[in-house]
């Protein structure tokens, strides 16, 4: 049986894991304002980090917004690494760590 052309992905479409996911999104950056605080807060909520207070990382807002451009496909990422990196150490995010992230990709 063979599939209609037109339900079948181009190469340029998947993703290198090749499980159909796009290799590239373009994405519009969210601008510093309600819906960048919510995300940044939803983020927050997310995180289980041992010394992680809640809203800890919302007082880095702004600076996350300036360092991502508002991406969320770059604030993300970034956020899992810096977790990553703070668990079973600092059990926190500081914006050094948060900055040393952002900075080395």
Do not use: I, N
Not at 16 to 30: C, D, I, K, N
Not at 79 to 93: Q, V
Request: no cysteine; glycine share 10%.
């Amino acid at each position: 049986m063979s599939v209609p052309s037109d339900t079948v992905q181009p190469a340029s479409a998947v993703g290198e894991s090749g499980r159909g996911l796009p290799a590239h999104v373009a994405a519009q950056p969210l601008g510093y304002g309600p819906e960048w605080l919510r995300l940044v807060a939803a983020a927050d909520e997310q995180l289980l980090l041992l010394d992680q207070a809640p809203q800890d990382l919302s007082q880095f807002s702004r600076q996350l917004h300036e360092s991502t451009g508002g991406l969320v496909g770059v604030l993300g990422p970034a956020l899992r690494r810096a977790a990553a990196d703070a668990t079973g150490t600092t059990e926190k995010l500081t914006w050094q760590a948060l900055e040393h992230v952002l900075t080395s990709t």
